[in-house]
């Protein structure tokens, strides 16, 4: 299971040097001043992931509780309660906010 888990993570970090790079390509085109700042700042955010799964990739991180990566904030969407809804939850070690 933890090779399974190392390859999916480095697996994550290529998919996500191909996505920079187009949208790198993206903010090289036309763009209106609306889209070039929205374009900017998902890059700067997907960048900062990157670099992230880069560390996680590095320290060998191949289980959830590694403490690599519980001690990361992590965002997930997850049902609601007796609902038909998703929220938002952000969660670092033992924390779920």
Request: charged residues 30%; without cysteine; proline residues 1%.
């Given at each position: ?25 993206l903010v ?31 320290v060998r991180?191949?289980?959830v509780t ?32």
């Amino acid at each position: 299971m933890k090779g399974k888990n190392k390859k999916a993570l480095e697996e994550f970090r290529d998919f996500s040097i191909q996505q920079i790079n187009a949208m790198v390509n993206l903010v090289r085109g036309d763009l209106n001043k609306l889209q070039r700042n929205a374009m900017g700042a998902l890059i700067t955010i997907d960048v900062h992931a990157r670099e992230v799964v880069d560390t996680l990739v590095k320290v060998r991180v191949d289980n959830v509780t590694d403490f690599d990566w519980t001690s990361r904030l992590r965002y997930y969407w997850e049902p609601v309660e007796d609902a038909e809804e998703m929220d938002a939850f952000a969660r670092q070690t033992n924390t779920r906010f």
